[in-house]
């Protein structure tokens, strides 16, 4: 069966704190991507980053980095020197690119970044 | 180009009632999923649906259903509510096999009083 699992299910820091959010994914599949978006309180959930399976190279936008590691089954996304406005609830998932195949998701992290 | 837009936004129905979602996907996009997020149990797949077709269903009861339109515009329903069909109902569009990622409207927001 498929799973995410993310560990944290809050974390407050203070800005410009470094902050990194773990994901930890089962999958038997061969072929699969992995997601992080961002859910602000307005609800809609926002796109951060697709991963695919034979991409294990890491990748940094901006104050956001991922790092892929298939050995451990984790994809752990890490915000640096945070602001107040990467408060939101941020989601891991997991899925295939053919047609019919679900996202899993993981339970989220509320992240709480005071001033 | 216009993102994935859920109509209504906000929607209260009375226990026994119908409700019916709808999902307009970005331009060009074939499949639209639709997914409810509630406190206790997070996001869950309901459904997705490709060229019209349903390619694969969550573990939900047969009261949600949907369907998808020639145009790629789907609409998701739910009969004889129950109040744990409180939710926010996101729907997302993609083109599978492109290796792009899901795209997510902002949701309905369903009240079940």
């Known amino acids: 069966a498929q799973k995410v699992t993310q560990a944290q299910t809050e974390i407050s820091v203070v800005e410009k704190e470094d902050v990194t959010l773990d994901c930890v994914y089962e999958t038997r599949d061969t072929t699969y991507y992995l997601f992080w978006y961002k859910q602000p309180p307005s609800g809609e959930l926002v796109f951060l980053i697709r991963?695919?399976?034979?991409?294990?190279q890491n990748e940094i936008s901006g104050r956001y980095s991922w790092n892929f590691q298939k050995s451990t089954s984790s994809f752990n996304f890490t915000i640096t020197a945070s602001q107040v406005v990467d408060s939101a609830v941020y989601f891991c998932a997991l899925g295939g690119n053919q047609a019919g195949t679900a996202l899993i998701f993981g339970k989220g992290t509320t992240l709480s970044v005071s001033s | 180009k216009a993102g994935v837009t859920q109509t209504p936004r906000y929607l209260i129905k009375t226990r026994g009632q119908q409700v019916t979602l709808s999902c307009s996907p970005i331009?060009?996009?074939?499949?639209v999923s639709w997914y409810q997020q509630t406190p206790g149990q997070g996001l869950q797949f309901l459904f997705e649906?490709?060229?019209?077709?349903?390619?694969n269903k969550g573990n939900f009861p047969g009261r949600f259903s949907g369907r998808q339109f020639s145009n790629s515009r789907s609409e998701m329903n739910v009969s004889t509510l129950e109040l744990g069909d409180s939710a926010l109902y996101l729907c997302?569009?993609?083109?599978?096999?492109?290796?792009?990622?899901?795209?997510f409207g902002s949701g309905t927001r369903l009240t079940v009083v």
């Open positions: 991963r695919n399976s034979f991409d294990e």
């Open positions: 331009s060009g996009h074939r499949s």
């Open positions: 997302a569009s993609r083109n599978p096999g492109t290796g792009y990622g899901y795209t």
């Open positions: 649906y490709f060229s019209e077709t349903q390619r």
